[in-house]
């Protein structure tokens, strides 16, 4: 709510307030996907991914069937697709609702004090780190804006649409595997092992991905977005590789989540933005929206840099202990 309500200001205040109609049927998505999402990550935690899968599919496809209507009927009514976009999530919080109460017999909506406050006290360095993430992942386009034209914004920001799919696999994968060889496991040497072992797949299947997002990249932007944005081909082209970097952060990751440790992801996100925020500023006024990918990959590096340098001294100490 309080994130929805954020959104709504900023839209108000900073963006073309004819736009505050679409801003807010799209951000619904934010009021239902974390909140309801909690069941999620019960059914992760008890490894029980199998319903999640189902309806996970069930809503996209429904989402996926609205567009393609609306794509059909020729319709240019961008408050129909915002609507449209919203159908998911609202299936998704739907679906979790009954699940956990399939499985459980109780009512998911209930109020306990003493455990809020636990759980705010424990879940704020985390969330802030979430925050500091988000932050990141969109400073690129807010300087892009600043440093260069809304052109420039538009290519990278095609380009960043198409990669975002791919993107998401990452979080897919490490969902399904953190679950089973990271959190149920109390023996450190195990954990750490797994851990490199995950990050080692994850770096190659990224790897595997960007070469393939590489060989598509060009017929595929073209079919989505026409002749018109044909030089984002080789912004598209260069952003494909930071896809490896993702993958492997976010297998490193799981080190700071199984020890409970958010302020260091916080750090380690505002490090980040930091460091992208100076290659933004060094590279965009000479290279515009190539300028916002290399400042985007080199934070990325940073970032891994900063997980292997954690890993190597909670594992090294952990298992000598």
Known sequence: VVAYICLLIFAWVAEDRGNILLTSLVGISILLGESFGVVSAWMQAKTDLKPRSILATVALG??????????????????????????????????????????????????????????????????????????????ATILLKQLSDVYNVGIYSASLVLVAPIITISSILISSLAPTYIYSSNDPKEVYRNIGLITIFMFLAGLLLALFARVTGDYILQLIFGGSFSKSIPVFETLVWVTPLIFMESALNQVLIKKKIGELITIKWISSSIVAAAFYYLLI?????????????????????????????????KIAN
């Open 285 to 317: 006024p000479k290279y515009l929206a190539l300028g916002a990918v290399f400042g985007y990959m080199l934070g990325y590096v940073f970032a891994c840099i900063f997980s292997i340098f954690i890993f190597f001294i909670f594992s090294t100490k």
């Open 62 to 139: 429904a989402k996926l069937l609205c567009m393609m209507v609306l794509y059909k009927i020729n319709s240019f009514n961008t408050t129909y697709y915002a609507a449209a976009n919203i159908i998911e999530p609202v299936i998704l919080a739907i679906g979790f609702l009954i699940i956990y109460n399939k499985k459980t017999k109780e009512n998911f909506f209930c109020i306990h004090k003493s455990m809020l406050f636990e759980l705010l006290k424990r879940g704020a360095p985390f969330f802030i780190g979430l925050i500091a993430m988000f932050f990141y992942q969109r400073l």
